[in-house]
């Protein structure tokens, strides 16, 4: 049982450049999150899904895109990378079977240039 | 979910208790009380939950007041390791669909030989 698993957990991109970062459950949670953390900050949400095939928007979803085809699976992609979406991201899970405590992946420390 | 303040900072000396508060006034009556921390750059952990009653786990207890306006969180013999930025959030539960769940900017524990 690995919980939550986030990769990569380091990238370097360009200016421009997209990328997707994948979060991975296997405890069979419906809910599941995406966060940015900008040093010094808190958690801020980006976007979260209540279960496979649905997305909705959170604080901060401008120029992030999800998608949840698989309910183990959640991805956030970046089509076009700028310097103010260097942050680290983290990806949480939760179920109304544990009381809707979330846990979190280690995280993704992404820097762009 | 209803705003929680916390304080930014706080400091306690390793072996005696901290006492980390929050205030929720305008907790409803369907909204639990949840309490997370990380460290370092972790991924947030979580620590403990309750509604109305007091709750401890191997980990803290938690103190909600008779008119669930604030609760403390207790960490009764607190270590170095337990430096961290501790989080209160209060959500609504089993509601079928996952609130956006944020976090705000939490207290910073630091604990002091």
């Known amino acids: 049982n690995a919980g939550v698993t986030q990769t990569p957990k380091f990238r370097v991109l360009k200016t421009g450049q997209s990328m997707t970062l994948l979060c991975a459950q296997d405890?069979?949670?419906?809910?599941m999150y995406w966060y940015r953390q900008d040093p010094g900050m808190g958690l801020r949400l980006i976007h979260y899904?209540?279960?496979?095939?649905?997305?909705a928007k959170g604080e901060v979803p401008d120029g992030y895109n999800v998608s949840r085809l698989k309910k183990q699976n959640f991805l956030l992609g970046l089509e076009s990378a700028a310097p103010s979406q260097t942050s680290v991201y983290f990806c949480?899970?939760?179920?109304?079977?544990?009381?809707?405590?979330?846990?979190f992946g280690s995280g993704t420390q992404l820097s762009v240039l | 979910d209803a705003k929680t303040t916390q304080p930014p900072s706080m400091d306690c000396a390793e072996g005696r208790a901290a006492n980390l508060p929050c205030n929720h006034s305008?907790?409803?009556?369907?909204?639990?009380v949840y309490w997370y921390r990380q460290i370092h750059s972790q991924g947030p952990q979580y620590i403990i939950h309750?509604?109305?009653n007091n709750e401890t786990n191997e980990m803290a207890s938690l103190i909600i007041t008779e008119d669930r306006k604030s609760s403390t969180l207790i960490l009764p013999h607190a270590t170095l390791r337990d430096t961290a930025v501790y989080y209160c959030?209060?959500?609504?539960?089993?509601?079928?669909?996952?609130?956006?769940?944020?976090f705000g900017t939490g207290t910073r524990l630091q604990v002091t030989l």
């Open positions: 949480a899970s939760t179920s109304t079977v544990v009381g809707e405590k979330l846990f």
């Open positions: 405890m069979n949670h419906e809910y």
């Open positions: 899904s209540v279960g496979e095939g649905t997305t």
């Open positions: 305008t907790i409803s009556g369907n909204e639990y």
């Open positions: 309750g509604l109305k």
């Open positions: 959030i209060a959500r609504r539960i089993n509601t079928g669909t996952a609130s956006k769940l944020t």
